[in-house]
């Protein structure tokens, strides 16, 4: 089955020529203009991913994405004409996988949007509530904190925790080298399979996304720990 790509921007020239190149590669398109017209194709449309730009009418990318994200971990990556840190770490915050800044070369996004499917997919479309099974070779486990690689499942004391692709893949990779400290460099490499180019923000703001949702005090840790000036890890608990 093709995916199904949602394209949003309030632009319709900019809408119009990621369609072009997203269709001959042989995704589907839909489109929306703003963020409540997103909203309701996802409620009409089964959608894999979605492009969406930040400043929009009626509703921006901002807030729709962490509407998206109060029941949704399908892959986002915005888009936006700023080209500051600062919005890209408030776009991450707000539940995006991937930020590319306007203008853009196409073979990039296409490719940004190829690596996305391909954690998503491998993910099995998410986090599905299924019961584990423990089985040595599947579970990782580091004191309360549960990861199940065949059911996608992260659990916290026996509660199920929401997570998205990109922070799934890092709790992986952390809790399958526990112990060992990873730098933001290693991390993005492994994760997002791609060469790491200023990675260190994107990563933290990632990392301070799984602490909120794993810690009880995510000021001082008990699993993910910063290792100050190298990167981070998750401890080996009993």
Not at 24 to 33: D, L, P, R, S, T
Not at 80 to 94: E, P, R, T, V, Y
Not at 169 to 192: A, C, P
Not at 198 to 209: F, G, L, M, Q, S
Request: charged content about 30%.
């Amino acid at each position: 089955m093709n995916e199904n790509i949602l394209i949003v921007d309030d632009d319709k020239d900019i809408v119009d020529a990621i369609e072009f190149y997203l269709k001959a590669e042989g995704f589907n398109i839909v489109k929306a203009y703003d963020g409540i017209e997103a909203l309701d194709a996802l409620v009409e449309k089964n959608i894999q991913l979605i492009i969406m730009d930040i400043m929009m009418p009626n509703m921006d990318g901002l807030k729709a994405t962490f509407k998206i994200r109060e029941s949704k971990n399908i892959p986002i990556i915005l888009l936006s004409a700023k080209s500051q840190d600062m919005d890209k770490i408030i776009g991450l915050n707000m539940g995006a996988d991937d930020y590319i800044t306007k203008p853009f070369n196409p073979l990039e996004l296409t490719a940004r949007v190829k690596s996305q499917l391909r954690r998503y997919i491998n993910l099995g479309n998410g986090n599905n509530l299924q019961n584990i099974d423990d089985n040595r070779k599947s579970l990782l486990r580091s004191g309360g904190l549960e990861l199940n690689i065949d059911t996608k499942d992260v659990l916290l004391d026996g509660e199920y925790i929401k997570v998205t692709p990109i922070e799934f893949k890092i709790l992986e990779l952390l809790l399958s080298n526990q112990g060992k400290v990873f730098s933001s460099r290693d991390i993005y490499e492994r994760v997002w399979d791609e060469d790491a180019y200023n990675c260190e923000k994107t990563v933290a703001v990632h990392v301070r996304r799984i602490r909120e949702k794993i810690e009880i005090n995510s000021k001082e840790p008990k699993y993910l720990k910063v290792v100050w000036g190298i990167g981070y890890k998750i401890e080996k608990i009993l």
